[in-house]
């Protein structure tokens, strides 16, 4: 059985040269302007997507209690009124100037939509 070279270091030096490398690779990586782009579309349609849907939740389930309409079609308008809403906040997270104004204005307007429903709600 090969003997294992031994350290007193938990981690010898030509170890961590590779690894900085790395780092430093990936670093120069994210400071290019294609990457600052690509990663700012990422978070735009990643909150268009996630903050828009949980949003247009919210709002189908307050305007189920709210639309004066027997329950079963309040929920259908509802559901649809969601559809077109998720449609809007999804344009709307790629026209506001800055990307994280759409993570803001979505999550506090579902917030709002929240509160409603429990002012509202059963």
């Known amino acids: 059985m ?3 070279p031994t350290s007193n270091s938990p981690i010898s030096a030509t170890a961590v040269r590779p690894i900085s490398g790395y780092v430093q690779a990936a670093i120069r990586w994210i400071k290019q302007e294609q990457t600052q782009f690509g990663l700012q579309v990422f978070v735009r349609a990643s909150a268009a997507l996630l903050a828009g849907y949980v949003a247009a939740a919210t709002l189908a389930c307050l305007l189920t209690q709210v639309l004066p309409m027997p329950r079963f079609e309040s929920t259908l308008t509802a559901n649809m ?3 077109l809403f998720y449609a809007i906040a999804i344009i709307y997270a790629f026209c506001v100037r800055k990307t994280w ?3 803001r204005d979505l999550t506090l307007f579902s917030l709002l939509c929240f509160a409603l429903l429990k ?4």
């Open 101 to 103: 104004h759409a993570w």
């Open 2 to 4: 090969p003997q294992l």
């Open 119 to 122: 002012v509202c709600g059963q």
């Open 81 to 83: 009124l969601a559809f």
